[in-house]
């Protein structure tokens, strides 16, 4: 298997940076490069043989050997002279236990106990050709954690080495890549029955995302378990165009998140609603659990929140009231388990409906009566009447009607005084000058009738009011 890594590395820097481009499979793009591959003169002189004249020597131990052959573009293959003079060609590679891969600018070529002695390779060959020897190429992978929760952030540490050093040529990095896949165990008795390969990352040895130092051999990152909870196989597997190199671990147990939710919702406009996060898996460590996470309201404004430790099993965060419609909780869970692995964990989204209620208007109590007829009348009244509208206060205008009619009033007053003093007149005489007017013949008289007394006092008022006051004749 380790040896069939090396094919790999080889494959890809071929297609790098061999030139030209052309593609037969998904691996067989070849980049121009003049300079051919780069990466064989960094690696240790024990995983090279020397091509001069197009022939090479192998030694008796070497068991596996991988050739890389650039040739001039559009010639045919080449064709291997073995010691004993036999040859061998792209036609006849399989029935000599032999794996080929041609391309129209190069050969790749993997033979397993190859015959020791003198080989020639036929064919335009170019100078940048190389021949290596793979030994003890191995895959190693760190072992996951026991209790696997969903939601739950794994690192994961991979190293590819040859003889047990760590492959560290420059151009690997951009070549490998390592898939991490999890296999559903397709037990009934678990909830991913059926689920089939997770594909849920690729590392790569290049110092980024995840990768702690570039070209140091190893493979460092994180992925996210986002399956359904059950019996999974992790595989970790390394591809080339010729073969595959994978670790497959030991079955793991996924356990459902270690946390539920309770919500107590308001149910006033001006109350709040509360949302619980309760530890529901033992292996977590109540007291060590921090939370950090972003409410999303209705209206879609985000807050973030923090629930720090405490010796309290539950935390509470509380959720203002603000809008009716559908509130969204994403969160976070820093914690430890009982053996003292920290664990970070995405928990489920928490989700509820909130309606706003609004204080009830003040209704007029009916007065209780015995006649039913009386009661529905009042109650339909009640349902029918609108509730009394808010008093607004509004801005009252300036009264300028009032101020001016009171101007004339007091104008027309102090005339009126003015004209009275000027005129040497009192209210008595003002009031009383008909009354002074009025002739004494009006006075009624005993035995006078009232057509004498009419006519006598318009006569008296004629004559300038002279009384007769003489006696009549005996």
């Not at 009934?188 to 140091?216: H, Q, S, W």
């Not at 986002?226 to 073969?243: A, D, I, N, R």
Request: hydrophobic share 40%; charged share 25%; net charge negative.
């Amino acid at each position: 298997m380790a040896k069939l890594i090396h094919l790999l590395l080889f494959c890809f820097s071929l297609q790098l940076l061999a030139q030209g481009t052309a593609t037969t499979t998904e691996a067989q793009a070849v980049t121009e490069d003049p300079t051919g591959l780069s990466l064989l003169p960094d690696l240790p002189a024990k995983n090279q043989i020397p091509l001069f004249d197009n022939r090479f020597r192998i030694d008796y131990e070497v068991q596996e050997i991988t050739m890389v052959f650039f040739r001039k573009r559009g010639s045919p293959s080449v064709i291997l002279v073995k010691p004993d003079g036999s040859k061998i060609n792209v036609v006849s590679a399989s029935d000599q236990d032999v794996e080929w891969f041609d391309d129209k600018t190069y050969d790749l070529i993997k033979i397993k106990n190859p015959t020791p002695g003198p080989w020639q390779a036929l064919g335009q060959i170019l100078p940048e050709s190389k021949i290596m020897v793979l030994t003890d190429i191995e895959l190693k992978v760190d072992p996951l954690p026991d209790h696997l929760m969903v939601g739950e952030i794994i690192k994961v540490t991979a190293t590819l080495t040859n003889g047990g050093k760590a492959i560290v040529a420059k151009d690997f990095r951009d070549l490998l890549r390592l898939d991490v896949l999890f296999i559903s165990s397709n037990n009934a008795e678990y909830e991913n029955f059926g689920a089939g390969v997770i594909e849920l990352t690729t590392l790569a040895d290049d110092g980024r995302n995840f990768d702690e130092k570039p070209r140091d051999g190893i493979f460092t990152g994180e992925f996210r378990l986002e399956m359904k909870p059950g019996q999974w196989q992790p595989k970790f597997v390394v591809k080339t165009p010729l073969y595959t190199r994978e670790v497959i671990q030991e079955p793991v147990i996924l356990n459902k998140s270690p946390i539920s939710y309770e919500i107590a919702q308001a149910t006033k406009a001006e109350e709040l609603h509360w949302l619980t996060f309760k530890v529901t898996d033992p292996m977590i460590n109540p007291q060590s659990v921090a939370l950090q996470g972003k409410i999303r309201f209705p209206n879609n404004e985000i807050q973030s929140f923090t629930l720090g430790e405490s010796a309290e099993a539950d935390k509470k965060l509380k959720i203002v009231n603000y809008a009716s419609g559908t509130y969204k909780v994403e969160s976070t869970l820093f914690a430890q388990t009982v053996t003292g692995r920290n664990v970070v964990i995405t928990l489920p989204v928490a989700s509820f409906v909130a309606e706003v209620i609004e204080p009830e208007p003040a209704t007029p109590e009916v007065t209780a009566t015995a006649d039913p007829a009386v009661k529905t009348e009042a109650a339909k009244v009640d349902t029918t009447t609108p509730p009394p509208a808010a008093v607004v206060e509004e801005d009252k205008p300036f009264p300028w009607l009032l101020v001016i009619l009171s101007n004339v009033i007091i104008l027309g007053g102090g005339g009126f005084a003015i004209w009275m003093v000027v005129t040497d007149r009192s209210l008595k005489t003002l009031f009383s000058k008909k009354q002074q007017s009025m002739p004494m013949d009006t006075i009624a008289m005993p035995g006078a009738s009232e057509a004498k007394m009419s006519g006598a006092g318009q006569k008296n008022s004629k004559s300038n009011d002279i009384l007769e006051l003489s006696l009549p004749d005996d």
